[in-house]
């Protein structure tokens, strides 16, 4: 079956860096695109970013253009998020979600969520 | 970025209640519309994918309809576990945007 399982919650200084993983299991990692969404405590979501696991191909929410950096390894079947700069605002439950379409998109398969959590 | 706009922000309603919410976006978007149910502390879970068609293993209680610019998520019968936040999503335009979201209680 499908999975993806993310790594666990960090809490980070304002100014550090943080790494979230997503490994993907159940299907073939290099065929789907991996989308990443955000949620703030109490707010709606927002998406952060895209990548090809096939190629590397990246596209990024243009607020965190500069300070997001998307990557996959082929071989371990994850993808991995990484956020520099971090703010306040940047505290947030962080999702990866399979693309399960082709020509449409739609997110059909989703990580269990990873709290990262930027104390001001 | 499109913007996509829920209404209504917040509903109660009662078991075996007709639910519909609507979602409008500020520019066409044709069919790449898609509507996610998520409880607390859970990821979204996707119903509706291409503004009708239903995700595989998601109740028939639930469809979608719309194109363009104006859709719709009816639930013909609300359910207990039906209770929760609706969000449309479209997948147009990069970046995907959310709605904003509609919270369904229990009246």
């Known amino acids: 079956q499908v999975q993806l399982v993310q790594s666990g919650a960090e809490v980070k200084k304002p100014g550090a860096s943080v790494k979230v993983s997503c490994k993907a299991s159940?299907?073939?990692?290099?065929?789907?695109?991996i989308h990443w969404v955000r949620q703030a405590p109490g707010q709606g979501l927002e998406w952060v970013g895209k990548?090809?696991?096939?190629?590397?191909?990246?596209s990024y929410a243009q607020k965190l253009q500069g300070r997001i950096t998307m990557t996959r390894d082929t071989t371990r079947n994850t993808v991995y998020m990484d956020l520099s700069s971090l703010r306040s605002e940047d505290t947030a439950v962080y999702y990866c979600?399979?693309?399960?379409?082709?020509?449409?998109?739609?997110?059909?398969?989703w990580g269990q969520g990873t709290l990262v959590s930027v104390p001001s | 970025d499109i913007q996509m706009t829920q209404s209504p922000s917040s509903l109660s309603a009662s078991v075996g209640d007709r639910v519909t919410i609507t979602c409008r976006a500020s520019q066409t978007i044709s069919t790449s519309l898609n509507w996610f149910q998520q409880k607390p502390g859970k990821a979204p879970k996707l119903l509706i994918y291409?503004?009708?068609s239903l995700q595989s293993g998601v109740p028939s209680s639930f469809s979608g309809s719309g194109s363009g610019t104006d859709f719709t998520l009816t639930i013909a019968s609300l359910q207990p576990d039906d209770f929760a936040t609706y969000y449309c999503?479209?997948?147009?335009?990069?970046?995907?945007?959310f709605g904003q979201g509609t919270k369904v209680e229990i009246k």
């Open positions: 159940g299907y073939t990692f290099t065929r789907y695109y």
């Open positions: 999503q479209q997948t147009f335009r990069i970046p995907q945007t």
């Open positions: 990548i090809d696991p096939s190629g590397g191909r990246t």
């Open positions: 291409a503004a009708s």
């Open positions: 979600a399979r693309d399960g379409g082709g020509s449409i998109s739609y997110s059909d398969y």
